[in-house]
C-alpha cells in the first residue's frame, strides 16, 4: 500500500501541544514547541495530527487496542430526529438525541463527549497557529499556508458546534447563544475567568470571516482524487458556500445567499473536478463496497470519484486514519421504512446503497451501503453533488424564480440516480409552479443525495422543516438544538448558560 507522506511524518510530536488541554494548571512545553513548529516538516506533521483531530471529531475514533472505531457521533447527528435515522430502544444516548429528551446521564456523556471533542481539536489548532507564528523559521509562504489549513479546521469544527449547539442558530436566533470562541492556546485553569458562549451572530461572523481569511493563503492547486484531504482555496470555498447557504436560509439574507450560490458556480465550474452522470459512480467510485485489506483478497481500492472535494480517507490509510463511519451491525440505529419509502423504485440509491448489512445483527433491518466496506471507510465530507444542490437552491432564493441553469443542476443529481432505460423525465420550468415549489424539489433531493452524509437534520432546521419531517416535528423548536453539556454549566458556575429549550 502506497503511503501518503502528509500521513506518515513522525507522530510522536503530536500530542505535545495538545497534552495539557484537559488539565489544570498551564503547560510547560515551550522548549517542544520552539522544535515542533521550527521547521516545515515537524510542523506540517502536527498539522496532519489537526486534521486527524477534525476526522475523530466529526466521524469516529478509535475505541480499542484493534483500531475498531466507534461512531461518529457528529457526522451521525446530521440524520438523528429525523425520518432518516431510528434509534434502538437499547440505544439510550441515540433514543435521547432523536426525541430530544436528556436525563443527566446523557448530558454529562454523548453530549460532553462531542463538546469536549470539539474544543479538543480547537485547542490544537490554535497551538498550531501560535506554534508556527511564534517559532516558524521556514518559508514564509508556506508558514502562511500551514497556519490557513489549521484555521479551516478550526473554523469547520465550529461551523459544526454552532449547528449543534447554537441556540437556535439555523433558524434566525442572532441574538441567541453561539457557542464558546476560543482563539489563544489553554494556559491552565484560572478560577473566575470562564468565558461564555458568544451570540450567533457573532459566531457566524468569525467563521465566515475565518473562511473568507485563509482563501488566500491556501493552494490553489487542486491535487489528484485520492490526494483531497487537506484544505486547499476549493476547499475553503465549497466550505463557506454551505456555512452561508445554512446561515442566510432562515433570515432569507439576499446577499449571503448570492455569495453562497456563486462560491458553490466557482466549484462547479473548476475542471478540477467532474461530475461523472453514470448511476455506476455510486458503487465504484463514491461508495465502493471493497476495503483494502491482502488477508481478506479485497483489492487496494485506489480509485475515487473526480467529484470528491474533501474527505477522510480511512479506506486505504488506515495506519493513520483508524476511524470512519460503521453503520454496518445495526446495533446502536438503522434506516426506517420513512426513509426507504422516499426514494422512486429504480432509484439506486435506494436500490444498491441501502442494504441489509450485517447477516446476523437484526438481518430484517436496513443500514447504508456508503459505510459498508469494513470497519474503514472513507467519510466524504463534501462533494460535487452538494455544490450543484447549493447552487440550484441559493440561486432560486435570491432570485425568486426558478432558471433553467438551477434546474440543469437539480437534473444532473436527479437523472444519475436512476440506470439507464429506467431514468424519469427531466424536470422542466413546467414541473414547478413557484420558486418554493422547486425548492421543495432541491431539498428532497439533498436529503436522498446526501443522506448520512450529515447534513439532512440541519437542512430541516434552517428551512424550519420545510419538507414536514414528522419525527423532527414534534419536537418543540427550541429542542433541535441538543442541550450544552450541565457539566460546562455547573463548572463555570452559569457563566456558560444552557440553551432556552433545556434551561430549568
Given at each position: 500500500m502506497t503511503k501518503n507522506p502528509f500521513l506518515s511524518l513522525t507522530t510522536v510530536i503530536l500530542v505535545v501541544t495538545l497534552a495539557s488541554c484537559e488539565l489544570d494548571y498551564a503547560p510547560e512545553n515551550t522548549y517542544v514547541d520552539s522544535k515542533v513548529y521550527h521547521n516545515a516538516k515537524t510542523a506540517e506533521a502536527a498539522l496532519a495530527g489537526a486534521y486527524v483531530r477534525l476526522n475523530v471529531f466529526l466521524s469516529g475514533a478509535p475505541q480499542d487496542q484493534n483500531n475498531y472505531p466507534n461512531d461518529g457521533d457528529v457526522f451521525v447527528l446530521g440524520d438523528f430526529s429525523t425520518e432518516n435515522l431510528k434509534a434502538r430502544a437499547s440505544s439510550t444516548d441515540y433514543v435521547a438525541i432523536e426525541t430530544s429528551e436528556y436525563s443527566n446521564t446523557e448530558r454529562d456523556g454523548i453530549i460532553a463527549t462531542i463538546w469536549k471533542q470539539g474544543y479538543n481539536a480547537i485547542d490544537y489548532t490554535n497551538n498550531i497557529i501560535n506554534g508556527i507564528q511564534t517559532y516558524g523559521q521556514y518559508d514564509a509562504q508556506l508558514q502562511l499556508q500551514h497556519i490557513a489549513e489549521a484555521r479551516f479546521i478550526r473554523?469547520?469544527?465550529?461551523?459544526?458546534?454552532?449547528?449543534?449547539f447554537g441556540d437556535?442558530?439555523?433558524?434566525?436566533?442572532?441574538?441567541?447563544d453561539g457557542i464558546v470562541l476560543q482563539t489563544e492556546p489553554y494556559n491552565g485553569y484560572k478560577?473566575?475567568?470562564?468565558k461564555g458562549r458568544s451570540s450567533n451572530a457573532d459566531c457566524w461572523t468569525f467563521i465566515v470571516s475565518e473562511l473568507d481569511d485563509v482563501i488566500a493563503s491556501l493552494d490553489d492547486k487542486v491535487p489528484a482524487a485520492a490526494q483531497r484531504i487537506r484544505a486547499n482555496k476549493s476547499v475553503a470555498k465549497a466550505l463557506l458556500s454551505r456555512v452561508?447557504?445554512?446561515?442566510?436560509?432562515a433570515t432569507d439574507n439576499r446577499t449571503e445567499l448570492q455569495r453562497a450560490a456563486s462560491l458553490a458556480k466557482e466549484v462547479i465550474d473548476n475542471t478540477a473536478y467532474s461530475f461523472v452522470a453514470s448511476s455506476s459512480e455510486f458503487t465504484t467510485n463514491l461508495f465502493p463496497s471493497n476495503e483494502y485489506s491482502q488477508a481478506n483478497g479485497h483489492p487496494d481500492p485506489s480509485n475515487r470519484s473526480n467529484e470528491l472535494i474533501f474527505y477522510e480517507p480511512s479506506r486505504r490509510f488506515v495506519d493513520n486514519y483508524p476511524n470512519g463511519m460503521y453503520y454496518y451491525s445495526k446495533a446502536l440505529y438503522y434506516i426506517p421504512s420513512e426513509a426507504l419509502s422516499a426514494y422512486d423504485a429504480n432509484d439506486i440509491r435506494k436500490t444498491q446503497l441501502i442494504v441489509h448489512g450485517s447477516p446476523s445483527d437484526n438481518p430484517g433491518d436496513w443500514t447504508s451501503a456508503k459505510y459498508l466496506g469494513g470497519h474503514y471507510d472513507d467519510v466524504i465530507y463534501i462533494r460535487l453533488s452538494e455544490m450543484k444542490l447549493?447552487?440550484?437552491e441559493a440561486i432560486t432564493r435570491v432570485?425568486?424564480?426558478?432558471?433553467?441553469?438551477?434546474?440543469?443542476q437539480l437534473n444532473d443529481i436527479r437523472q444519475r440516480a436512476f440506470p439507464d432505460g429506467q431514468k424519469p423525465a427531466p424536470y422542466t420550468s413546467a414541473d414547478f409552479a413557484s420558486a418554493s415549489d422547486f425548492l421543495r424539489a432541491v431539498l428532497r433531493e439533498r436529503r436522498l443525495e446526501l443522506a448520512y452524509e450529515g447534513q439532512y437534520r440541519w437542512d430541516l432546521m434552517r428551512t424550519d422543516n420545510l419538507l414536514g419531517d414528522l419525527r423532527l416535528g414534534s419536537i418543540a423548536k427550541n429542542r433541535w438544538n441538543l442541550p450544552v453539556p450541565d457539566y460546562e454549566v455547573r463548572?463555570?458556575?452559569?457563566v456558560i448558560s444552557q440553551n432556552t429549550g433545556y434551561a430549568e
Open positions: 473554523a469547520y469544527i465550529y461551523f459544526q458546534m454552532l449547528c449543534i437556535q442558530a439555523l433558524q434566525g436566533n442572532t441574538n441567541g478560577p473566575g475567568q470562564h452561508l447557504l445554512y446561515k442566510a436560509t447549493t447552487y440550484a432570485t425568486g424564480s426558478v432558471s433553467a441553469d438551477a434546474i440543469n463548572f463555570t458556575k452559569g
